[in-house]
């Protein structure tokens, strides 16, 4: 679709009428050609919300009137799950199942928000004076800028998408030049819905071209953005001139530590898909593998056996079990990362070079890759690689445990596996990570705040805060029979 930036409810090209090809990760094949914005259109989209916004057309509409086009956004989501499905895949190389799996998510989402819309109310508050009325509103906070990663294009988009439209936010839209074509189908279901023209804006393109644009213009209010840690940081500073408000959603090295007397066999298989699942390109990925030192051998031996099996292939093969990574850069880059952590003392037991075979080698597939003798000095321990590599450390008390689990400038997610109640209560309050589970890996519910601890970004999506964050709070007090304060004495 070369015409894929939408701004004002109209379809164009790029203005330079520049276009971008978006290949397959998993063979390179040709899957959309989209237009690539510059400045120029992001400033029009930037213009275009803006003065939806200040219209108060959108904004206005009741919370109820907005809750019913969350509800019907989410039923359109259900009817198009194959279309949506096949262009995630497409642009991601992620199974077909992952991806409706996605988009299911990203219904429930729009649920949640219509539900949340739906409850509020304003707070109204005992003044204390017979003759006041006080209450607490919440406004929408004008024109977001939503900007987007790769690795769950869609799924993150709707975490910003759907509570902006629910407070009556206007928007700009960026998804990763990477995977733009769910965000193209997304507004188009926006656009169906019944959203005013103007509300939702669509810029696709690359954020080296236009992205600071979205986060410097003083017409835009709040920035809420998922990617890496450099580009969050980035944005901070930038938005930083006009006192934007900003909401991140970085990176993780998520420990997951697994005590002697867990249920083993249970605990590794989950080891095996928080490391493993979707080539490890997660923010939540469990990617630290922190075990007990008596049951090292055998926790590392079953999870390097279950690696080897794996089966990676694209979205055409049925019997593929995870997909490529999403560019040749990101292979290039995990790769480097791998020859870093190796070099620093770290002990390869399976993996470690990319797929050659004939049927992966038109594809960026890197294989399931386990690293042991790792320790917190190492590079791979520190920082995120965003591939299928799992680190290993072993600790001997639960302080150790928790130490090294905090060891980190990441707080994202974390996880905790005993079958010693106590033992987890204590981990799991004293892990310094935005989400942790106990005996478990992985789930999420759209009711329940997502977000991170230090470098992994400030607010929280989803839940109740995931609302807030797109709300201006405002008191207003009402005297309703007002005498003179007599404060300073009137002497004439
Ligand atoms: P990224 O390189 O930081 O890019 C994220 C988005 O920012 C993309 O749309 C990118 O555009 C855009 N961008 C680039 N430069 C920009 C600039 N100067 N101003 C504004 N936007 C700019 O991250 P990624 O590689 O796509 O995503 C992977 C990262 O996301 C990982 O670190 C992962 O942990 C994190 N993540 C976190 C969460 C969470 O919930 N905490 C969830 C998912 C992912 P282009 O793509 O066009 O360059």
């Known amino acids: 679709m070369t015409s894929s930036i939408y701004i004002d409810g109209k379809w164009r090209p790029a203005i330079d009428g520049a276009t971008r090809e978006i290949r397959s990760p998993a063979d390179g094949t ?37 809750s019913v086009l969350l509800t019907k956004i989410a039923l359109l989501l259900e009817r198009d799950i194959e279309i949506i499905a096949n262009l995630e895949s497409g642009d991601t190389g992620k199974r077909i199942i992952e991806s409706k799996y996605d988009v299911a998510d990203v219904s429930a989402t729009f649920r949640h ?41 869609l799924l993150q988009i709707s975490w910003k998408v759907a509570p902006a439209l629910a407070a009556g936010c206007s928007f700009i839209l960026k998804p990763s030049e990477l995977t733009p074509s769910t965000a193209i189908h997304l507004i188009k279901l926006i656009e169906e819905a019944g959203a005013p023209a ?36 980035r944005i901070i500073i930038k938005a930083a001139e006009t006192v934007k408000r900003v909401a991140l959603e970085l990176g993780g090295k998520n420990p997951n530590i697994i005590f002697a007397d867990a249920d083993l066999d249970v605990a590794i298989d989950f080891a095996v898909t928080a490391a493993f699942l979707h080539s490890g390109q997660v923010c939540s990925a469990g ?16 999870i390097v056996r279950r690696a080897k099996q794996i089966r990676l292939g694209g979205p055409a093969d049925l019997t593929a079990e995870t997909g490529p990574l999403i ?19 770290a002990k390869l037991l399976v993996g470690g070079t990319r797929c050659t075979t004939e049927k992966l080698s038109t594809g960026w597939y890197f294989p399931p890759t386990v690293l042991d003798d790792c320790n917190t000095s190492m590079y791979c321990v520190q920082e995120e690689s965003f591939g299928p590599i799992l680190t290993v450390e072993v600790f001997d008390t639960i302080d150790e445990a928790i130490k090294l689990g905090n060891d980190t400038i990441y707080g994202l997610s974390g996880a905790v ?49 995931g609302l807030q964050e797109y709300l201006e709070i405002k008191h207003i007090w009402v005297n309703n029979s007002p005498t003179r304060s007599g404060w300073f004495a009137d002497k004439n």
């Open 198 to 233: 103007g509300v939702a804006n669509l810029v696709t393109g690359s954020g080296a071209a236009f992205g600071d644009t979205l986060t410097t213009d003083p017409r835009v209010d709040f920035v809420s953005f998922t990617g890496g840690l450099p580009t969050g940081k």
């Open 417 to 465: 596996w005993s079958r010693d109640q106590t033992k987890c209560e204590r981990v799991s309050k004293e892990l310094r990570h935005g989400t942790v589970w106990v005996n478990d890996y992985g789930p999420y519910k759209p009711q329940a705040e997502w977000g991170g601890f230090k470098a992994s970004g400030n607010g929280r999506e989803l839940g109740e805060h």
């Open 30 to 66: 040709l899957v959309a050609t989209v237009s690539d914005g510059k400045i120029a259109d992001a400033l029009a989209a930037i213009s275009s919300a803006r003065t939806s916004f200040d219209s108060g057309l959108f904004s206005s509409w009741s919370w109820k009137e907005r």
């Open 327 to 345: 560019s040749e850069n990101h292979l290039k880059k995990v790769e480097e990362y791998l020859a870093k952590g190796i070099s620093e003392g």
């Open 113 to 153: 928000f219509a539900k949340l819309a739906l409850d509020h109310h304003d707070r109204v508050l005992d003044s204390g004076l017979p003759n006041v009325t006080s209450k607490v509103t919440y406004e929408p906070i004008g024109v977001c800028s939503l900007i987007g990663p790769w690795n769950y294009p």
């Open 287 to 302: 990617t630290r593998l922190i075990v007990e030192r008596p049951i090292h051998d055998q926790v590392v031996q079953e």
